[in-house]
Nanobody, 116 residues
Framework: QVHLMESGGGLVQPGGSLTLSCAAS????????LSWVRQAPGRGLEWVSS????????YYADSVRGRFTISRDNAKNTLYLQMNSLKSEDTAQYYC?????????RGQGTQVTVSS
């Protein structure tokens, strides 16, 4: 059974940074593509970034490219999202998901609030 648990969210000022983590279990992590998606208040799910399982190739939505960095540690079965230069429009619940540019299955999410 796929289990994904996000952590690392919080309140940060505009221009600040946060690193999200996602601990995974229940599947072969090393060979699985993984994604981050988010949901802002009153909006639908938005794909943010994906990373492949073999070459660790990274892909980003235009809205975060150059500011966010996705990475993974296969030894720890953990996915990361380094977020820099955060903007108010990055405020959302962030989820990790198993798959490439997919929304599910995903974890329970972690809240990121960008506000002064």
């Amino acid at each position: 059974q796929v289990h994904l648990m996000e952590s690392g969210g919080g309140l940060v000022q505009p221009g600040g940074s946060l690193t999200l983590s996602c601990a995974a279990s229940g599947f072969t992590f090393t060979y699985s593509a993984l994604s981050w998606v988010r949901q802002a208040p009153g909006r639908g799910l938005e794909w943010v970034s994906s990373i492949t399982g073999d070459t660790h190739a990274a892909y980003y939505a235009d809205s975060v490219r150059g500011r966010f960095t996705i990475s993974r540690d296969n030894a720890k079965n953990t996915l990361y999202l380094q977020m820099n230069s955060l903007k108010s429009e990055d405020t959302a619940q962030y989820y990790c998901a198993k798959g490439f540019k997919t929304m599910s299955p995903r974890g329970q999410g972690t809240q990121v609030t960008v506000s002064s």
